[in-house]
């Protein structure tokens, strides 16, 4: 590519799971699969235009474990007295569910390049796909004790203004590496459901995301990462997700 085009392509898969005394089977303890496409082309030497794909997923099913039975209260999605049942284990979502596809394109600018330090903003127009048909969510009302509520999940589409800001760099000679990354997403236009008079700055996407990475060896590092997603269609509260990693790479070819 020419000095005045990047093409920026990441691929991310997080597992992790974990066993406890008080359940002896191994549960999901995270899950997931993020893909980034993004083409960037300078109109000038710090700024310039962008297209740019996404897609967030996890891997495996999902399920809320406990350690003894306990009373789910299930809203669905037609309506009419949730459905209680009484059970230890229970499923949410399927592999590849809920299923978030991501395009936008508009301006960028980077005011800071560097080994260092990199800062660099989006400005564009975006929108989303969200594929979420059949999945439960907890939605657990902290008032009631003697059940847990859940609430079945729906596909949408949304479609609004974005913005997002990342800054990244590398320190003591490429042995740490660290990124922070930011991203609002206003639904301007959006699927809505009979009595949803929420505007769109209360459905507003928001996703944090940061990464620290240390080099071990060559061939080894180890890497913590932090995620803070909110999808208010999908669902209400921010949703976290911590990750701490040894990561091992191997160079097939050079």
Known sequence: MSPKQEWRNSLLISESFSRTPAIKSWIKAGD????????????ASWMGVYARFGMDTALFEGSDVRPTPVKYSIQKISGGSPEVVMQSRLRLTESFSPLTLKESAGLFARPITGVEKNLEFRFGFGAREVFADGALMLADDAGTTDVVEVK???SYNQAGGEFASTFWGALAENKVAYKLGFELMTPLIRDKDKGDDRSALEMTNIEFKAALSFKLVSWASLDYEFRALKQPQLIEDFQFQNNLLLTLTYTLFQ
């Open 152 to 154: 079945e999940t729906k």
């Open 32 to 43: 997931v699969l993020s893909f980034e496409s993004i083409y960037l082309y300078k109109l």
